[in-house]
């Protein structure tokens, strides 16, 4: 299937940073999803995406759609412990059953 | 607020036995869907169902099949269980109406299964 590929794979910061991820494919998509998964959760929704250029805040994250379409970029400024997990961007597929694929994920670590 | 319960949170069984793993939930979502999550490999779709008794590969279906014989539950079947397939496994639902603000799945917790 369609691979997406997400970078950095894993981050170590202070508490204070700002962090920065992002995630890249070869086809162009329609929408992009941002999940965020807390140590033994399951991943949940923190923003979604749905026209090129768009920029979407919640909270402290800031998301944005590529102008390309083939990206997406996420932000989180003044980080906290809280942030530590792991964070997944997704496209979602051309039906309305909802299928994503998902990237591999960024696990974030965040020293107080 | 929507609930997705997995029935195991950690399984451990033996290469060649038959493992069933559940999932429940209550919102009467038309669209469940089985993951399986591994390091540095994200979350990859082994089956997802539509609607009762519908269903449909993901990327990775092989060696897995699905059971959907009522619209709340969803359950995968590992039919001769692999130490390949000792994974993170999550479950998520998602309401079906096909409106494109309806992308937001909802996953259960997980269950961590280990194939010895």
């Known amino acids: 299937g369609q691979q997406l590929n997400q970078s950095p794979q894993s981050m170590f910061i202070q508490e204070g940073e700002d962090v920065s991820m992002n995630c890249t494919s070869s086809?162009?998509?329609?929408?992009w999803l941002w999940y965020k998964q807390d140590p033994g959760e399951g991943p949940v929704l923190l923003i979604a995406?749905?026209?090129?250029?768009e920029l979407t805040s919640n909270g402290r994250l800031t998301a944005q759609f590529g102008i390309t379409r083939k990206d997406s970029f996420l932000n989180i400024s003044a980080s906290i412990p809280s942030d530590v997990g792991i964070y997944f961007c997704?496209?979602?597929?051309?039906?309305?059953?909802?299928?994503?694929?998902f990237g591999q994920g960024t696990i974030l670590t965040v020293h107080p | 607020d929507v609930k997705v319960t997995q029935s195991s949170r950690y399984l451990v069984k033996r290469t060649g036995e038959k493992v069933f793993l559940e999932c429940v939930q209550d919102?009467?979502?038309?669209?469940m869907f089985w993951y399986r999550q591994d390091p540095g490999l994200g979350l990859r779709l082994i089956y997802f169902?539509?609607?009762?008794?519908?269903?449909e590969k993901g990327d990775i279906p092989e060696g897995y099949s699905v059971s959907r014989e009522k619209k709340e539950r969803f359950s995968l079947i590992l039919e001769s269980a692999s130490t390949n397939q000792t994974s993170m496994y999550l479950c998520?639902?998602?309401?079906?109406?096909?409106?494109?603000?309806?992308?937001?799945?909802?996953f259960g917790s997980g269950t961590q299964l280990s194939v010895l």
């Open positions: 997704a496209r979602a597929g051309g039906t309305s059953y909802g299928k994503l694929t």
């Open positions: 086809s162009i998509f329609n929408t």
């Open positions: 998520a639902s998602r309401d079906g109406t096909g409106a494109l603000a309806n992308e937001k799945l909802f």
């Open positions: 919102m009467d979502h038309e669209n």
């Open positions: 169902s539509y609607d009762v008794k519908m269903k």
């Open positions: 995406l749905y026209k090129a250029g």
